[in-house]
């Protein structure tokens, strides 16, 4: 395979920017008719990802060691799409037809290497989905009960038909009937229980589509497609440490879990959280924290807003925050929010001398820029 | 598809290279360097053209040339979309992802205008709020001033604060209070009518916030405000039963 070759073609498509993956698409979908219907309908924010992230891998294609497990990974999660071995020739047609489309020297040489390349990806995505292929491709979950509890935050209770396992900290990709084939993460406030039962927090997003149907439009009733569980958040089994736990905004579904899993299953252990937010109205899930604060000894729970002056709780970021409690350093710290605010504690905690190995972290990240065509990021 | 990447220079017929290398442009004038815009633009939009026209039809006759090859060579075609059809496709596409991006920025207006109004109108009402508290501890202090009398002015800044936070704690446990209190008359009628006095019960709980301040002096209001936080005090309340909280049994310690 002639690397080089291959990137200086693959510049040439990225260089037209949304034109070559919207030629892809639409080959794709020309060809075959019945992959469109696993897409939305804007695919605005798709296209220009997935061209970097072809990029990426070709980038990457002589290190096979380490793309294998994420093309697994990608693979077992495509199930999730209706995703069908017989779809992977065809999308690699379309590939090798935009790759040749764009550039002017496409030559025997460079459809071999990229069918080649493609092949060998594609076998295994598809190997490591044939593997799974024992487990359901998606789950479905009855909504039984919808909570607002704050004008943008509502509290979802949900009920998978099948067995789901997943383990605490973790997020789950989910669709709904209302945006079809919109999957974003999210992640239960609880550890699996023995009803399956799992709590979903949800703040919509202005613009949003998938976040504000799940607050504003979803209901008891209604059925979510759960994808398999992923996530950087989990308890080692081996460790006794206290814990102590920053929550950003939503940040505070995952850390949840957490603490469910301490009580459910042990070991006995100290456990701080502290929770950060605008202001007072934000905090939608203070009763809640405060009762478990009260039945649990082991358990403290400090809440603080970064911009409200007449809030009676603790003022200032929530890194700050934990700064001026501690010191920290004998604990295993996990933190989960927006990017800048998990940045920004991380840091501090190692500034302050946590050894990184011992903080954990799972950014909220949005799913695409903005809602615009251009997408204006608007956070 | 689009007129990017491919330099002007292949055989054509509608502009040639020819034409191109002979072209002169008009100098602007002796204040404006450079060349009449209006010129440049016009050649470059032609030569935008055609280009676009020179894409499309290598990309139809790369489709010709397929079928034709596949055609002698006795193979099916497989059935490649034409590059037509692709075009428009993707300027459907477009259309759609226009369309679903103004929705969605229109959404995003909404909502955010919704949550900034609605925010204003939270943080005005605790603001007045606020203010509300904030006149109710100076009208308190005021009381006590008088209640005091000379040695008021000597108050110290501590017992002020004591006071605000005696208001806003009272605030709180308001409705504790009162919920107490009612059972407490409620008891108190069923069990100790004729015991107590029966004047004493009503006026206890309206004299009681402004009596904080002056706990030291030895009078029944500091014992009316220890009748209340005894009712306000968790355990105090309806589960203690054969101790009848009644403000006016806790009124004298
Ligand atoms: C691992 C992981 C776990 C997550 N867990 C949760 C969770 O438990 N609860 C939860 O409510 N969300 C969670 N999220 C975020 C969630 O996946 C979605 O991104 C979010 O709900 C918005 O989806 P949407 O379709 O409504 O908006 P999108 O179409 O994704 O975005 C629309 C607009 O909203 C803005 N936006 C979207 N998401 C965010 C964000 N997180 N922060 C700031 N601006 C944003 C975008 O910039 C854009 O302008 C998680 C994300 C990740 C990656
Ligand atoms: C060699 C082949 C390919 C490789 C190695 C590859 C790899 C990747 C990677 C690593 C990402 C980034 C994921 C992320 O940022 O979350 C990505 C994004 C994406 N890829 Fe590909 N890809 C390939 C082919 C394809 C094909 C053929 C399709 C379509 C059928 C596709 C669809 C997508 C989409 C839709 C996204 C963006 C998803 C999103 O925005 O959430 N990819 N790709
Ligand atoms: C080598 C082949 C492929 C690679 C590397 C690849 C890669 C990816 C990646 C990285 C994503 C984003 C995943 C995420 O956000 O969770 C994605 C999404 C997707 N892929 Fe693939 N893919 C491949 C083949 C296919 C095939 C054959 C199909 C079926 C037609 C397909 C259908 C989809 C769909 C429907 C999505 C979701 C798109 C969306 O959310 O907008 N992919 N793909």
């Known amino acids: 395979m002639d690397i080089a070759a291959m ?59 380490a793309l294998v497990p994420i093309l697994q990974q990608l693979g077992r999660d495509h199930r999730k799409f209706g995703t069908l071995a017989a779809h992977y020739p065809a999308v690699g047609a379309s590939l090798l037809a935009t790759l040749e489309h764009f550039d002017d020297q496409w030559s025997p040489e460079l459809a071999k290497d990229w069918t080649e390349a493609y092949t060998l990806v594609a076998e295994v995505m598809t190997a490591a989905a044939d593997e799974a292929a024992e487990q359901p491709a998606w789950w479905d979950a009855d909504v039984v009960a919808h909570e607002t ?52 927090h949800v703040k919509a997003r202005d613009g949003g589509p998938v976040s504000s149907a799940l607050v504003r439009r979803v209901g008891v009733g209604d059925v979510l497609r759960l994808g398999p569980p992923v996530g950087h958040i989990s308890l080692d089994a081996e460790s006794d440490r206290d814990l102590l736990l920053i929550a950003g905004g939503m940040g ?56 409200d002056k007449l809030s009676s709780l603790e003022h200032g970021d929530v890194g700050d925050v934990v700064m001026r409690h501690g010191p920290w350093l004998s604990r295993e710290v996990y933190v989960a929010g927006p990017g800048v605010m998990v940045d920004d504690t991380v840091s501090r905690l190692r500034e302050h001398g946590v050894p990184s190995r011992r903080i954990h972290s799972e950014v909220f990240a949005p799913s695409r820029p903005g809602p615009s065509l251009d997408g204006e990021v608007t956070e | 598809m689009t007129s990017a990447p491919n330099e002007p220079g292949n055989d054509d017929r509608g502009l040639n290279p020819a034409d191109l290398h002979e072209l002169r442009f008009t100098r602007a004038s002796m204040l404006r360097p450079g060349y009449v815009d209006t010129e440049v633009d016009r050649v470059m939009s032609r030569v935008a053209e055609e280009l676009a026209r020179h894409i499309a039809e290598k990309a139809q006759l790369r489709d010709e040339v397929r079928a034709l090859r596949a055609h002698v060579e006795g193979t099916p075609v497989p059935v490649a979309p034409s590059e037509q059809a692709v075009r428009i496709l993707s300027s459907a596409q477009q259309t759609a992802d226009a ?142 039963e054969g101790s009848p909280a009644t403000a006016g049994s806790r009124s004298a310690p």
């Not at chain 1, 469910?260 to 899930?285: C, E, I, K, M, T």
């Not at chain 2, 008021?152 to 919920?179: D, H, I, N």
């Open chain 1, 252 to 307: 505070l579904a995952p850390l949840k879990a957490l603490i469910d899993q301490v009580s459910r299953r042990g070991p006995a252990r100290r456990v701080d959280l502290f929770v950060g937010a605008r202001n007072d109205d934000h905090h939608y899930d203070r009763a809640d924290l405060r009762r478990l604060e009260q039945e649990n000894p082991w358990l403290s729970v400090t809440l603080a807003v970064s911009e």
């Open chain 1, 149 to 200: 509890r704050a004008i943008d935050v509502a509290v979802l209770r949900i009920r998978p038909r099948a067995q789901y396992d997943y383990v605490a900290g973790q997020s789950l990709s989910l669709e709904t009937n209302v945006r079809p084939r919109l999957w974003r993460y999210y992640s239960p406030a609880n550890a699996p229980r023995p009803d399956g039962l799992m709590e979903i």
């Open chain 1, 7 to 65: 990137r200086a073609n693959f510049a040439k498509a990225a260089a037209t920017g949304d034109e070559a993956p919207l030629y892809f698409y639409s080959h794709l979908f020309l060809s075959h008719p019945e992959t469109r219907q696993m897409f939305p309908v804007s695919m605005a924010h798709q296209r220009d990802r997935l061209f970097s992230a072809l990029g990426d891998v070709v980038a990457r294609v002589d290190d096979l060691d």
């Open chain 2, 99 to 240: 369309y679903v991006a103004e929705a969605e920025e229109f959404s995003r207006q909404m909502t955010s205008e919704a949550r900034a109004v609605y925010e204003e109108e939270v943080r005005q009402a605790r603001e007045n709020a606020g203010a509300i508290i904030q006149a109710a501890q100076e009208a308190a202090a005021k009381m006590t001033v008088g209640m005091a009398g000379a040695d008021a002015g000597a108050r110290s800044m501590e017992e002020l604060e004591e006071q605000v936070a005696y208001l806003k704690a009272f605030g709180q446990a308001c409705r504790v209070q009162l919920r107490s209190y009612l059972e407490a008359l409620l008891s108190d009628v069923e069990k100790e009518w004729g015991r107590a006095d029966p004047a004493l019960l009503p006026q206890q709980p309206a004299r009681a916030p402004a009596q904080r301040s002056s706990r030291d002096a030895p009078d029944d209001s500091a014992a009316t405000f220890y009748g209340n936080t005894a009712a306000e005090a968790p355990g105090a309340s309806e589960e203690q």
